[in-house]
């Protein structure tokens, strides 16, 4: 694989249930993000790393978690879905000393939730 | 608090040149980015401005006036497939990137 790759592509979920959506990079990247696209709303960080064993909150944290175990992977859990969670979800990736550089995203998820 | 204001949308005529404006309050200035967003795709890196002054790309260009909060993307010689949204980010003092709703660009024959 080449740059950020995310899964589940889309995804129906009922309120109330568990999901992760997992993004990978396989660039070495040291910092990572999570972002959620609504219409008419700019991007919106959820939770980032800037360097694999730490983490911090966005803009809009509540109702997510992250942990960032390894260089490459960032995964988002939403633990109890509800539906103002429903949105695109963008995972992307920088690697600069003070993140100055510019963000490679992945294709996103596209995330419903009933 | 922060914000990023662009117009909505824009329309423009194929092979000719347009002008996609930026205002920013943020706390703290790192750099201002532009981004392009086709429909249903990821935002992909145009350009980045820390410093006033133009900076060219090929057929786009960016501004930045620190002092009045302003920059703009300039597009030349339009194609077709330059129909997209247009992003304009600010980093802030935190080196979190705040995001513009972006400009939807429609391109005409």
């Known amino acids: 694989i080449a740059g950020i790759t995310q899964a589940p592509t889309s995804q129906i979920l009922a309120a109330g249930r568990r999901m992760t959506l997992r993004c990978t990079q396989d660039m070495r990247h040291n910092a990572m993000y999570w972002y959620r696209q609504d219409l008419g709303l700019g991007l919106r960080l959820i939770h980032y790393?800037?360097?694999?064993?730490?983490?911090g909150k966005g803009e809009v944290p509540d109702g997510y978690s992250v942990s960032r175990a390894n260089t490459d992977d960032f995964p988002l859990t939403l633990a109890s879905a509800v539906p103002s969670q429903t949105s695109v979800y963008f995972c992307a990736s920088s690697d600069g000393a003070q993140g100055i550089d510019e963000q490679f995203f992945g294709p996103g998820t596209r995330l419903t939730v009933l | 608090g922060q914000n990023i204001d662009q117009p909505t949308e824009m329309t423009a005529t194929e092979g000719a040149i347009v002008q996609i404006n930026c205002t920013y309050q943020t706390s703290g200035f790192n750099g201002l980015f532009w981004y392009q967003q086709h429909a249903g795709e990821a935002p992909t890196f145009l350009s980045y401005?820390?410093l006033d002054g133009l900076e060219e790309k090929g057929r786009f260009s960016s501004f930045l006036s620190r002092s009045k909060g302003y920059s703009y993307l300039l597009l030349k010689e339009l194609q077709m497939k330059d129909s997209a949204s247009y992003l304009c980010?600010?980093?802030?003092?935190?080196?979190?990137?705040?995001w513009g709703a972006g400009t939807k660009l429609i391109i005409k024959p």
């Open positions: 980010a600010v980093m802030d003092s935190n080196y979190q990137l705040i």
């Open positions: 401005n820390v």
């Open positions: 790393s800037n360097t694999a064993g730490t983490t």
